[in-house]
């Protein structure tokens, strides 16, 4: 399998790497338009800050390539969020590939939110193995709220995506490489998508 981690200084690609070799499944880490569009499967990191984000992305055109993806994509986290419209971080507009409005945590927890949460209201093969209201980590201040495209959800306090599907994009809002168990049936089961 040609597995491609998109690498545009802006996401966490070496813990993802390591979960990936703990699979048995080595992965090329590119920010070439013809290694990402050749891939079988591409998954995309994200940590920091939106604007940011996108600068790197647009410093490499990745924001023109990414949306015309067609094979199985992964965003996690930061990379979940950029895959929507909108962001409250920054007032930053992203690729618009889920048209969806990622909000700041507006509540009395800590934020940002971070640590294990349970993921519940599974609804796809990302999921398959997983049980109800198993563990996963996070570490984030903005959110994408419930929506036709939530396939999981997390409460802090209020319910928010845990993941999201739009066509071939996937996106989980925590960290699957960090996640134990849970995380890695999580990276199989997009393997094997």
């Given at each position: 399998m040609n597995l491609v981690?998109?690498?545009?200084k802006a996401g966490n690609v070496q813990s993802v790497q390591?979960?990936?070799e703990r699979l048995g499944v080595q992965a090329t880490l590119?920010?070439?338009f013809e290694t990402i569009?050749?891939?079988?499967k591409v998954i995309f990191p994200g940590v920091?800050?939106?604007?940011?984000?996108?600068?790197q992305l647009k410093a490499r055109n990745l924001d023109k390539l990414?949306?015309?993806?067609?094979?199985?994509f992964f965003g996690v986290c930061l990379g979940m969020q950029l895959l929507c419209q909108h962001s409250e971080e920054g007032d930053t507009e992203l690729l618009n590939i889920i048209p969806l409005t990622v909000k700041h945590f507006e509540t009395e927890l800590k934020v940002p939110h971070m640590g294990w949460n349970q993921l519940e209201q599974l609804n796809s093969p990302l999921f398959n193995g997983v049980p109800e209201k198993d563990f996963v980590y996070y570490v984030h201040s903005y959110y994408v709220p419930l929506s036709d495209y939530t396939i999981a959800q997390t409460s802090y306090p209020e319910p928010f995506s845990a993941a999201l599907q739009y066509k071939n994009f996937y996106a989980a809002q925590f960290h699957p490489e960090k996640s134990g168990a849970a995380g890695s049936q999580i990276l199989k089961n997009f393997l094997a998508l």
């Amino acid at each position: 399998m040609n597995l491609v981690i998109v690498d545009y200084k802006a996401g966490n690609v070496q813990s993802v790497q390591f979960a990936l070799e703990r699979l048995g499944v080595q992965a090329t880490l590119s920010s070439d338009f013809e290694t990402i569009k050749a891939a079988d499967k591409v998954i995309f990191p994200g940590v920091g800050q939106a604007a940011s984000a996108m600068a790197q992305l647009k410093a490499r055109n990745l924001d023109k390539l990414l949306p015309t993806l067609e094979q199985p994509f992964f965003g996690v986290c930061l990379g979940m969020q950029l895959l929507c419209q909108h962001s409250e971080e920054g007032d930053t507009e992203l690729l618009n590939i889920i048209p969806l409005t990622v909000k700041h945590f507006e509540t009395e927890l800590k934020v940002p939110h971070m640590g294990w949460n349970q993921l519940e209201q599974l609804n796809s093969p990302l999921f398959n193995g997983v049980p109800e209201k198993d563990f996963v980590y996070y570490v984030h201040s903005y959110y994408v709220p419930l929506s036709d495209y939530t396939i999981a959800q997390t409460s802090y306090p209020e319910p928010f995506s845990a993941a999201l599907q739009y066509k071939n994009f996937y996106a989980a809002q925590f960290h699957p490489e960090k996640s134990g168990a849970a995380g890695s049936q999580i990276l199989k089961n997009f393997l094997a998508l």
